[in-house]
């Protein structure tokens, strides 16, 4: 209701604008210097209107409803991994060669298990008569695997160095090979003796 006074209230401000600007000619009557003179016009037949505003009533906030008593959730149980779901490596070495100080091992790594293992990566330590040997001057070598689906298997090289003296132990005393593969799912430790 209240727009259309105010729809009201805008038309009839137009309409005065209009006819006060409006300017008739009338078929005339000559002029001293031989033109038409004007006319002015009729006094318009409606009153002069003044445009107002009007303020708006605030608007009025919704009631709040009231709370309706209903049945409680249930809490929704969390979902255990499901059950037989595994990680289990295997780790096994499929070659050494090189010559002198320098020794280059090869290995393949399998997912046996039936879920996938995430961010999988192994570490490798090698020992000599309980002695930690150096390799290329680190305590352990890290190898980036990655994603290791189930059942699927992947091959891994690493070339390492090692000292004079150390390379000397090995060859009299043999050395022990500590792997351990890591995963976000599992860790997993290998052992490999090995002789020079």
Same mark, same amino acid.
């Given at each position: 209701?209240?727009? *259309?006074? @105010?729809g009201?209230? @805008?038309?009839?401000?137009?309409l005065a @604008?209009?006819?006060?600007?409006?300017?008739?000619?009338?078929?005339?009557q000559p002029?001293?210097n031989?033109?038409?003179?004007?006319t002015?016009?009729p006094?318009?037949?409606?009153?002069?209107?003044t445009?107002?505003?009007?303020?708006?009533?605030?608007p009025?906030?919704?009631?709040?409803p009231?709370?309706?008593p209903?049945?409680?959730?249930?809490?929704?149980?969390?979902?255990?991994?499901?059950?037989?779901?595994?990680?289990a490596?295997?780790?096994?070495i499929?070659?050494? $060669?090189?010559?002198?100080l320098s020794r280059?091992?090869t290995?393949?790594?399998?997912?046996?298990g %039936?879920?996938v293992?995430?961010?999988?990566?192994?570490?490798?330590?090698?020992? $000599? *008569?309980?002695? *930690? /040997?150096?390799?290329?001057?680190?305590?352990?070598?890290r190898?980036? /695997?990655?994603?290791?689906?189930?059942?699927?298997s992947v091959?891994?090289?690493v070339?390492f %160095?090692?000292?004079?003296?150390?390379?000397? $132990?090995?060859?009299?005393?043999?050395?022990t090979?500590?792997?351990?593969?890591?995963s976000?799912?599992?860790?997993?430790?290998f052992?490999?003796?090995?002789?020079?």
């Open positions: 209701m209240l727009r *259309k006074i @105010i009201a209230v @805008i038309i009839i401000a137009v @604008i209009a006819v006060s600007f409006t300017v008739r000619l009338s078929p005339g002029s001293q031989g033109g038409v003179t004007r002015p016009p006094a318009s037949p409606l009153p002069a209107v445009p107002t505003t009007v303020p708006l009533p605030a009025k906030p919704a009631p709040t009231a709370p309706t209903g049945p409680t959730p249930a809490p929704v149980p969390t979902q255990p991994p499901p059950t037989g779901s595994n990680v490596f295997d780790l096994v499929t070659g050494v $060669s090189g010559s002198g280059t091992v290995a393949r790594v399998t997912n046996n %039936n879920a293992a995430h961010n999988v990566w192994a570490k490798m330590e090698v020992a $000599s *008569k309980g002695t *930690k /040997i150096q390799l290329s001057g680190q305590d352990y070598l190898v980036e /695997i990655g994603t290791l689906a189930a059942g699927a091959n891994k090289e070339t %160095n090692v000292s004079l003296s150390d390379g000397f $132990s090995i060859m009299q005393n043999g050395a090979a500590n792997l351990t593969l890591f976000d799912e599992k860790t997993q430790a052992s490999y003796d090995f002789t020079a």
